[in-house]
């Protein structure tokens, strides 16, 4: 529903470079999930010791992501005005405190920390109050230092856009540390959970690819306008083709999955 309300909207209004960014970033997200999903059945059939489903959200997120930068980068896009003080003080409000505070109060329950502590041998009471402080200490902190990366990046100058990735990588850690608090990586080490080793050096490759393409120049858009119906149509029926080949596999390597049914 809110997706034909958005398209519905920006046709009305003849955005089309932003109905042409939303399709190809629902479309990759779509692909990526799906993909996802193919990934998690074929890695649980294999029998590795690995977190599958956060495999199948890493694949969601880069090529939604892929998608989205390509279409950003696919269109020619008109200089647009500053956001007003008070629009940007809540979108940071929203992003930097709002959404972890809400991340924090539902993955640190004390019945959620108890499961925690019993599949890592630990002591409840010991695990459960230590785990609390260190994930809203890090919460406090990462919203002050967020606001004040914000008036440092934002201050207007010629470097302003360059300096936008400090923002990025600093909400990133932020999650990356809380994924850490959450599951005991302090108290246990990297013990029975090798995807949190994953995650530092994710975090690590994004920064050198950072640091080796910061200093090139910007990506230039390839066309002006966007898609047409027939490329669109062909995109669409080439992601059709390929999940349907996934499909066909995925429900050839095994003879079902123990709590596949409950998900639906």
């Known amino acids: 529903g809110a997706s034909l309300a958005l398209g519905w909207y920006l046709q ?12 190809y970033s629902a479309l990759g997200t779509g692909f990526g999930f799906a993909f996802g999903n193919f990934l998690q059945t074929a890695g649980t059939a294999s029998g590795v010791d690995f977190n599958w ?32 003080k008070r629009k940007a ?16 109060i539902q993955a640190f ?18 695990l459960i109050d230590p785990m609390r402080i260190q994930a809203w200490s890090l919460l406090v902190l990462a919203f002050v230092s967020s606001l004040w990366l914000w008036r440092w990046v934002t201050r207007g100058d010629a470097d302003s856009v360059r300096r936008l990735p400090w ?6 850690l932020t999650f990356q540390l809380l994924s850490h608090i959450r599951k005991a990586v302090v108290f246990s080490g990297f013990r029975g959970q090798p995807e949190h080793l994953a995650y530092i050096v994710t975090f690590v490759m994004l920064l050198a690819l950072w640091a080796i393409l910061k200093g090139k120049a910007r990506p230039t858009a390839t066309h002006a306008e966007p898609s047409t119906p027939k490329a669109w ?21 095994h003879e079902g999955l123990p709590g596949a049914r409950q998900r639906f």
């Open 12 to 23: 009305r209004h003849n955005l089309n470079r932003s109905f042409h960014l939303a399709c």
């Open 53 to 84: 489903w956060n495999v199948m959200e890493f694949s969601l997120g880069f090529f939604g992501g892929l998608a989205m930068a390509y279409g950003v980068l696919s269109s020619e896009w008109p200089q647009a005005p500053p956001p007003a």
């Open 233 to 253: 149509f062909i995109v669409f029926l080439g992601t059709i083709a390929i999940l349907a080949l996934l499909a066909v596999v995925s429900i050839s390597i």
């Open 89 to 104: 003080q809540a979108a940071i409000f929203l992003l930097f405190l709002a959404i972890p505070a809400t991340n924090v």
């Open 167 to 172: 923002l990025f990588f600093s909400y990133l």
């Open 109 to 126: 329950t004390r019945a959620r920390l108890e499961r925690q502590a019993e599949q890592l041998c630990l002591a409840a009471e010991s």
